[in-house]
């Protein structure tokens, strides 16, 4: 069974960075891309990004060009997310997922569990 | 940047059918998929590819996407299907995902 399991919840200050980890188990690893997907509280889901861990290629939103960066190990099968210059408004559940190709683009399945992550002084 | 559109809510008495809808700039021309996200949970997939249904999911989850418009429908809705649901799309002119707003639905 695909499984993605997350790091655990988060507590940080303003301009601190977060980094979440995403393992991966049940299927091979580098042959799926990687997305981050986030929700604030009361608000819908937000996509921020992918990677690809066979090449280690990224794609972001364009809202976190700059302050985000996904990589991955895979040798052990984890991908990584990493937020920087963290402010309240980046209080959220931050999830993995898998890709899966579609005709056009790709949808996603499974996730994670999710980690709150929380931005606090 | 693209668009999805959803109504914010919709509330269905249990056993009737419950239509969410999704819109977009000639949306049927580009795969849209569904989630399910119940509080607390991960979102779950219940239509991928406009209408074809990941195994698990019962039937009475359909998916239709044409012109502008895809919609989501439950038929025979019961207490359990109570969730946010989120259509979504790979936007190729920005090389993004989209999801749209989300839908509360309510079950009475």
């Known amino acids: 069974q695909v499984q993605l399991v997350q790091s655990g919840a988060e507590v940080k200050k303003p301009g601190a960075s977060v980094k979440v980890s995403c393992r991966a188990s049940g299927h091979t690893f580098s042959t799926y891309d990687i997305n981050w997907v986030r929700q604030a509280t009361g608000q819908g889901l937000e996509w921020m990004g992918w990677v690809n861990p066979n090449t280690g290629n990224t794609g972001y939103a364009q809202k976190f060009q700059g302050r985000v960066t996904m990589t991955r190990n895979t040798s052990i099968s984890i991908a990584y997310m990493e937020l920087s210059s963290l402010r309240s408004e980046d209080t959220a559940v931050y999830y993995c997922?898998?890709?899966?190709?579609?005709?056009?683009?790709?949808?996603?399945?499974?996730w994670g569990q999710g980690t709150l992550v929380t931005v606090s002084s | 940047s693209y668009v999805l559109t959803q109504p914010p809510s919709l509330s269905v008495a249990p056993g009737q059918t419950a239509r969410i809808t999704c819109g977009g700039n000639n949306i049927g021309s580009t795969s849209l998929h569904w989630y399910q996200h119940k509080p607390g949970q991960a979102p779950v997939v219940v239509v991928y590819e406009d209408s074809d249904r990941p195994s698990g999911i019962p039937e009475r989850f359909a998916g239709s996407n044409s012109g502008n418009t895809a919609t989501l429908t439950i038929s025979r809705v019961e207490a359990g299907d109570e969730a946010d649901y989120y259509c979504?799309?790979?936007?190729?002119?920005?090389?993004?995902?989209?999801f749209g707003g989300g839908t509360k639905l309510t079950v009475l």
């Open positions: 997922a898998r890709s899966v190709p579609a005709a056009t683009g790709s949808w996603f399945d499974p």
């Open positions: 979504q799309v790979w936007d190729i002119s920005s090389d993004h995902v989209v």
